[in-house]
């Protein structure tokens, strides 16, 4: 892939894909805690209307047999970039409805990127299927004293950005500072029963995860931890979406949205209705590693209620105008 594809695009792929297997194997663990057989897993359909629905109920989605990514693998040579299309088509399809707005899209950048990996169907193929065979090992049980998933997610967004002469704040806070920014707010939440944190930029997601994790030691659910994200370019979003969703939060205590911070004050409003539904939610804590020293339209922002009495950032710096949205 090196000579088809800028180094920093090789994140997209790989933790497309990753993510995908993921959402495979979540699918069968559920299917065989439910009693489901070998037999049964192979049988699976969209047919199926009565399983469909009670999967898509319990995970918030739906992936048929033929396409999942231990399917894929067993095909050998008969695996082709076709079966990789009709499986994304079918998962965007196929999304609870109650789980539309955490998945929908989501593998919008793999989708798209995928005939740059060749000229043909044989060549994306090809690319395609050293990538599975790369990954295929890669555990997801959870079983191990470290944080795999986590650990690959940073080496490839730190590495790839990095050797793209892209700044690596874009898509995540570097561990130590994250780990730190996570000790400070857990202490002052640890005697809190419930807790909401939002990230107005969240990148990549990890920010949002290790505060999380770290609020999570002195509670006695860490289910009670809702997540709200907030970011404006959509392959990141996309990536904040699947860290989330890897790291085996609750689809239920995941709010995402792709947007402007700076120009729309989100939380909270109904995308289709923002007018009449502006309902602000009040959190516990916001965290953010905020695009320093941005350039912003500045315009007419000394009405806008998180600006007004404290004075509007320059035109060339957004520092100031981060700071007090967030506040």
Same mark, same amino acid.
């Given at each position: 892939?090196?000579?088809k594809i800028?180094?920093?695009?090789y994140?997209?792929y790989?933790? /497309?894909?990753?993510?995908?297997k993921?959402?495979?194997?979540s699918q069968?663990?559920? #299917?065989?805690?439910?009693g489901f057989?070998y037999k049964?897993i192979k049988?699976?359909?969209?047919?199926?209307?009565?399983?469909?629905?009670h999967?898509?109920?319990?995970?918030?989605?739906f &992936?048929?047999?033929?396409?999942l990514?231990?399917?894929?693998?067993?095909?050998?040579?008969?695996f082709g970039?076709?079966?990789?299309?009709?499986?994304l088509?079918?998962?965007?399809?196929?999304?609870s409805?109650?789980h539309?707005?955490?998945?929908?899209g &989501?593998?919008?950048?793999?989708?798209t990127?995928?005939?740059?990996l /060749?000229?043909?169907a044989?060549?994306q193929?090809k690319?395609?299927?050293?990538?599975?065979?790369?990954?295929?090992?890669i *555990?997801m049980?959870g +079983?191990?004293?470290y944080?795999?998933?986590g650990?690959?997610?940073?080496?490839?967004?730190?590495?790839?950005?990095?050797?793209?002469?892209?700044?690596?704040?874009e898509f995540?806070t *570097?561990?130590e500072?994250?780990?730190?920014?996570?000790?400070?707010t857990?202490h002052?939440? +640890?005697?809190?029963?419930?807790?909401?944190?939002?990230d *107005?930029?969240?990148?990549?997601g990890?920010?949002?995860?290790?505060?999380?994790?770290?609020?999570?030691?002195?509670m006695?659910?860490?289910d009670?931890?809702?997540?709200?994200?907030?970011?404006?370019?959509?392959?990141t979003?996309?990536l904040?979406?699947?860290?989330?969703?890897m790291r085996?939060?609750?689809a239920?205590n &995941?709010t995402?949205?792709?947007g402007?911070?700076l120009?729309?004050?989100w939380?909270?409003?109904?995308?289709t209705d923002?007018?009449?539904?502006?309902?602000?939610?009040?959190?516990?804590?916001v965290?953010?590693?905020s695009?320093?020293?941005? #350039?912003?339209?500045?315009k007419?922002?000394a009405?806008d209620?998180r600006?007004a009495?404290y004075?509007?950032?320059?035109?060339?710096?957004?520092?100031? #105008?981060?700071?007090?949205?967030?506040?």
């Open positions: 892939m090196r000579s800028e180094a920093n695009e994140k997209d790989i933790l /497309g894909f990753i993510f995908y993921y959402l495979s194997e069968l663990k559920f #299917a065989k805690k439910e057989t049964d049988n699976l359909t969209e047919d199926d209307t009565e399983t469909v629905e999967i898509r109920k319990n995970v918030g989605y &992936i048929s047999y033929q396409n990514f231990s399917t894929w693998l067993a095909m050998g040579s008969d970039i076709a079966n990789v299309h009709e499986a088509s079918a998962f965007n399809r196929l999304i409805p109650a539309k707005k955490l998945f929908q &989501i593998f919008g950048t793999l989708e990127g995928l005939s740059k /060749g000229d043909s044989a060549s193929t690319a395609v299927s050293e990538m599975l065979q790369l990954i295929k090992d *555990p049980d +079983k191990q004293d944080d795999v998933l650990f690959i997610y940073e080496y490839l967004i730190s590495n790839f950005a990095a050797s793209a002469g892209k700044k690596v704040g995540y *570097p561990h500072v994250s780990l730190l920014m996570s000790d400070i857990a002052y939440l +640890k005697d809190r029963k419930e807790i909401q944190i939002y *107005p930029t969240s990148g990549s990890s920010l949002l995860i290790n505060i999380g994790k770290s609020v999570a030691r002195y006695a659910e860490k009670n931890i809702k997540y709200f994200a907030q970011e404006l370019k959509q392959n979003y996309n904040t979406r699947m860290n989330l969703v085996g939060i609750l239920n &995941i995402t949205r792709n402007d911070t120009e729309d004050d939380l909270y409003f109904d995308e923002p007018t009449n539904s502006y309902n602000p939610l009040y959190v516990d804590t965290v953010s590693n695009p320093y020293s941005q #350039a912003w339209d500045s007419d922002k009405d209620a600006y009495n004075g509007v950032a320059p035109r060339s710096k957004a520092d100031f #105008a981060f700071l007090l949205l967030i506040l």
